[in-house]
């Protein structure tokens, strides 16, 4: 199989280690070789943050190249804005449909751009849920990356069973029911693709 | 075959020196090298591992540890070797008894780092060879192998990483932990006593020992060439060997495993093998630069940057004139901030409505020097801001620094500010310095250190007062204020700046991370009340935002509830509902 190239982005506090993690685990499970690429440090401080997770029969270098990505599931609009030209021409987007207004904005020196979605599904494939609500219905906020993880399952090669073994597997144990309900939520959401 | 796990870099180095026998480890945390000790926890029941205050503290530790005869590690980011230098460069003379290695975190691309430094011209420096792996099996490999030479050649060892390396997962081959019989500990003067005298005869090993490291180096496992077309070589070492492989599949390569010393036959044999000769490294041309003053012709850094890291992309633009980078959309950027109910952003407020410059150092606390804060003014290495400081007043005199003050971490006290506070002490000072004690090694993701009362492995000890400490060394007046009580802090500070005295303020707040006030509801504007002045945004909480109708709001998945904007509203419109 050739590499797939799969990116993570967000803000740094979103939760884009343990998704890339449980990616990771995945694509080992079902005996691909494996390398993931992550963001440790200052930037978790609520910059802007970026995992690469490669998988395939031989994987060399563990970033993703622009212009190489598969598919870039970004935790929140402007990041999905922002790594967008990471994708290959029919590169897939989920994003989870937020805004975070980075410091920049907040304190009007810039403005956030307006219909990201839009914009970016003229050159892609773009599946946008509001993984936050759906969370908040499970009262559960950290759910949200699961949210959006199973929403990323669709467009990816493993089964909906190896998805719920390394969830299980990788979440905090007291928190294994609520992320598989979250996990499927994200899943039955397939086709609200937007534009 | 046995198993195989996905292991991060850092974890894979716990692990190899699980598996080499390593009994000591000793670290002070610093991005990119702070999992090593993380992850050495898990092997407690044969490694004794711990935070020491500082790296110089954490390597003379892991000597010690080898000159009685058990294999030991110290492990530290790029700048905290310079920090380790002054043992670093004369343990190169002693050797070792059971073997040493340090490891060393570098970080082009200066994704959490003050500079951009390259190890491998310090370890060039003192004479102490370096290896370095290019993933993660290769990094547990190599802390083996790092083991081996160090007992060998009677010398410390350096593992060099980079981010890239460090923060990768890859697949790793599991094996046993080898039992190395501890080596009896020998009287040994002339070695382990380094004056004059004896040191200059250790100084004539050193220069035959990298030589001698240089000739066998051909002979090494760990340097390897895959001959391939012969029209193109390249050699290459670390991360960078990745991407050559991407760009090159075809290329001849010759893959370094140890950096210094270069194993100069085989690379002399190689360059002659190949037509066109290219050397692939990121940062400085430490390999480049050695191998053209043997005489042999090679392309390097004309082509390629001594800044940031590398990538398959960068290696097709320089080398095949491929130009394939994408045009990034135009985003405002989004820069790392102080948390949500971070306890520094309260001092800072309190520090810019008395319109003072803060001397700076490193931590989160460094983020207060970028909008809307914009109050530290200088950041130059741990410890440096008292010191700064001291060499202002000493410049400008005591009137000068009136609208100074120094502010420093409690982590970043304890590595060096102490000696700082001392100097100032001893050479009289009038300063203020603020100790910013949110009770953990924030910055590098919420370490232990001699002040939090627990050790590397969360058991409880004995916790050094800081206030005790200020007293004890005899600053004048040392109080302690909570860093949300803006009320009681203005003026403290105030009257600290403004007296004749050296004052040292501890303004304690635990680390928002650390604390989560789920026993307080989030912080809510009442849109009756609001008058949308915007005082509330002035210390740049990003929990606090305008919307495009111009109303003020409070995200109530961010705000931890530490009320700083319900203290600053003058309208009274915010509060915990
Ligand atoms: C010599 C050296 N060692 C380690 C580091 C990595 N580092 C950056 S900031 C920091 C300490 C931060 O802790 P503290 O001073 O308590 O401030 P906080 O981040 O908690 O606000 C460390 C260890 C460094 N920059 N330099």
């Known amino acids: 199989m050739d590499t797939k190239n799969i990116m993570i982005v967000g803000v740094g506090g979103q939760g884009t280690l343990l998704t890339s993690r449980i990616l990771g685990g995945l694509a080992m499970k079902a005996g691909y070789d494996v390398k993931l690429s992550e963001v440790h440090g200052m930037a978790q401080r609520g910059g802007s943050v ?3 997770v490669r998988y395939g029969d031989k994987v060399a270098e563990p970033i993703v190249e622009e212009g190489q990505a598969d598919v870039l599931i970004a935790f929140e609009r402007l990041e999905a ?12 987007i989920i994003v989870n449909d937020q805004r975070m207004d980075p410091m920049p904005v907040v304190i009007g020196n810039a403005r ?28 559960n906020l950290r759910t949200f990356n699961v949210v959006v993880l199973g929403m990323a399952a669709r467009y990816m090669d493993f089964s909906k069973e190896q998805w719920i073994e390394v969830i299980t597997a990788t979440v905090p144990p007291k928190t294994v029911d609520v ?7 994200g899943y039955n959401k397939k086709g609200e693709q937007t534009v | 075959m046995s198993e195989k796990v996905l292991m991060l870099g850092n974890e894979a180095i716990a692990r190899g020196a699980y598996e080499a026998g390593v009994k000591v480890s000793a670290a002070y945390p610093g991005t990119p090298s702070t999992e090593i000790s993380e992850n050495i926890v898990r092997y407690k029941d044969c490694i004794y591992a711990e935070w020491s205050p500082n790296e110089k503290v954490a390597t003379e530790v892991a000597i010690g540890a080898s000159m009685s005869g058990v294999r030991s590690m110290a492990s530290m980011k790029h700048v905290g070797v310079n920090v380790a230098s002054d043992p670093l460069y004369t343990v190169s003379y002693i050797g070792v008894n059971g073997g040493m290695v340090l490891v060393a975190a570098d970080d082009p691309g200066l994704y959490s780092s003050q500079n951009e430094q390259d190890t491998r011209a310090v370890a060039r420096a003192a004479h102490v060879p370096v290896l370095e792996p290019s993933d993660s099996q290769e990094a547990k490999d190599f802390v083996i192998a790092a083991y081996e030479l160090s007992e060998k050649y009677d010398t410390p060892v350096i593992l060099r990483t980079t981010t890239r390396l460090a923060h ?16 009896p500990y020998e009287k040994n003067i002339p070695k382990n006593v380094m004056m004059p005298g004896n040191a200059i005869k250790r100084h004539i090993y050193v220069e035959q020992r990298e030589l001698r490291m240089s000739q066998d180096g051909g002979r090494m496992d760990i340097n390897r060439v895959e001959y391939n077309d012969t029209s193109i070589g390249v050699i290459t070492s670390g991360i960078p060997y990745q991407y050559v492989k991407e760009v090159l599949p075809e290329a001849s390569v010759l893959k370094l495993g140890m950096v210094n010393p270069l194993p100069r036959p085989l690379i002399e044999e190689f360059a002659a093998k190949v037509d066109k000769l290219y050397v692939v490294e990121e940062l400085d041309p430490i390999i480049e630069e050695q191998v053209k003053s043997w005489g042999i012709s090679v392309i390097g850094k004309e082509i390629f940057t001594v800044q940031g890291e590398y990538s398959a992309n960068l290696l097709r633009k320089a080398m095949l ?3 394939v980078t994408a045009v990034p959309a135009d985003v405002p950027v989004r820069p790392p901030i102080l948390c949500p109910s971070c306890p520094h952003r309260s001092t800072f407020h309190v520090l810019k409505q008395l319109n003072l410059h803060a001397a700076g150092d490193i931590g989160c606390y460094t983020l207060g020097a970028v909008a809307p804060l914009n109050v530290v003014d200088t950041t130059v290495c741990m410890g440096s801001s008292i010191s700064t400081l001291h060499g202002m007043e000493k410049a400008k005199g005591k009137d000068y620094i009136k609208n100074w003050v120094a502010v420093i971490g409690d982590s970043t006290f304890m590595h060096t500010g102490v000696n700082s506070l001392m100097n100032m002490v001893y050479n009289q000072s009038t300063a203020t310095v603020l100790i910013l004690d949110n009770s953990t090694t924030g910055m590098t993701g919420h370490q232990d250190h001699a002040a939090t009362g627990k050790t590397l492995q969360g058991d409880h000890t004995y916790a050094i007062d800081i206030v005790g400490i200020c007293k004890a060394m005899g600053v004048p007046s040392v109080q302690f204020c909570d860093a949300f009580d803006i009320a009681k802090l203005r003026p403290m500070i105030k009257a600290a700046v403004e007296s004749d005295e050296l004052s040292v303020i501890v303004v304690k707040g635990p680390c928002a991370l650390l604390e989560k006030r789920t026993w307080l509801t989030p912080c809510h504007i009442d849109p009756e009340k609001c008058r949308r002045c915007g005082m509330c945004m002035k210390p740049g909480c990003p929990a606090i935002t305008k919307k495009d109708d111009g109303s003020i709001v409070i995200d109530d998945t961010m705000c931890n509830r530490c009320g700083l904007c319900e203290k600053i509203c003058p309208f009274g419109a915010i509060s915990r509902l």
């Open chain 1, 50 to 52: 970026v995992t690469f």
């Open chain 1, 81 to 92: 804005l922002r790594y967008a030209h990471f994708l290959k021409k029919d590169g897939v």
């Open chain 1, 112 to 139: 956030y751009p307006e219909h990201i979605l839009e914009e970016l599904s003229e050159k892609y494939t773009v599946y946008a849920v509001d993984a936050m609500a759906e969370a908040k219905k499970l009262r």
């Open chain 1, 179 to 185: 992320n598989l309900q979250a996990f499927e939520v």
């Open chain 2, 168 to 183: 990768s997962q890859g697949l790793v081959e599991l094996g046993e932990r080898q039992e190395i019989p501890d080596k």
């Open chain 2, 321 to 323: 004139g491929q130009d």
